[in-house]
């Protein structure tokens, strides 16, 4: 089993920026990617931007230019900077990690709302 745990996620301005944090844990050493969705009201869940343990990144076209996915090995920590934040990037973002044998564990989402 994996846990994982987001964090940093807030209100602000169009234009700003937030920093979220997943913090993983237990079995750790079989993730292949983590990755960062979200959901805003009404929508499916998204994909944003993935990383895989061969250092692959991959964003989706809404946010490329913008955000940036890191992964803090020492630290067990996937980041994911956000800057120049728009309204339409207000939802939950969740943080996804995939096993070798492709189980999917999920945290439980930070809520990000940009106002213009």
């Known amino acids: 089993q994996v846990q994982l745990v987001e964090s940093g996620g807030g209100s602000v301005q169009a234009g700003e920026s937030l920093k979220l944090s997943c913090v993983a844990s237990?079995?750790?050493?079989?993730?292949?990617?983590f990755s960062w969705y979200r959901q805003a009201a009404g929508n499916q869940r998204e994909v944003v931007a993935s990383i895989a343990r061969d250092g692959t990144i991959t964003y989706s076209d809404s946010v490329k230019g913008r955000f940036t996915i890191s992964e803090d090995n020492a630290k067990n920590t996937v980041s994911l900077e956000m800057n120049s934040l728009k309204p339409e990037d207000t939802a939950v973002y969740y943080c996804?990690?995939?096993?070798?044998?492709?189980?999917?564990?999920w945290g439980q989402g930070t809520q990000v709302t940009v106002s213009s």
């Open positions: 996804k990690a995939r096993d070798y044998t492709n189980n999917q564990y």
């Open positions: 237990g079995r750790i050493g079989f993730i292949g990617v």
